[in-house]
């Protein structure tokens, strides 16, 4: 991600980014890791915030399959979070819950 990108996801998570809290730190870390994928397997995109949308968010949430619930989860909820602070046109789609996991709960109940 260049530097002029990075800027701007600190300048729109700035009120959300306070120094003490951990858990926001690894959230921005997870923002920006979540951004870097985006940017290295989309081309169209072209490191350009406002040309993030849903088709960009749904192609990461299926290269990503393999993660557990709660990550996904938490990352859902950054990059929402972030949609609404950088002011970005569309909504964020929810990871599918995945097949296994599915499976897994039906068995305990």
Known sequence: M???TLKQ???????????????RQKQIQRLISILDDIFQHE????EQLNRLGR???VGY??????????????????????????????????????RHALLVR???N
């Open 2 to 4: 260049n530097r002029h």
């Open 9 to 23: 996801v600190h300048a729109a998570m700035a009120h959300y980014k306070k120094k003490g809290i951990p858990y």
């Open 43 to 46: 081309p169209n995109v072209g």
């Open 55 to 57: 088709k960009q968010i």
């Open 61 to 98: 949430w299926r290269r990503t399959e393999d993660e557990s619930e709660k990550v996904r989860r938490e990352k859902f909820v950054i990059l929402k979070l972030f949609f609404e602070a950088a002011g970005l046109s569309g909504n964020v789609p929810e990871p599918k819950i995945r």
């Open 106 to 108: 039906a068995k305990r």
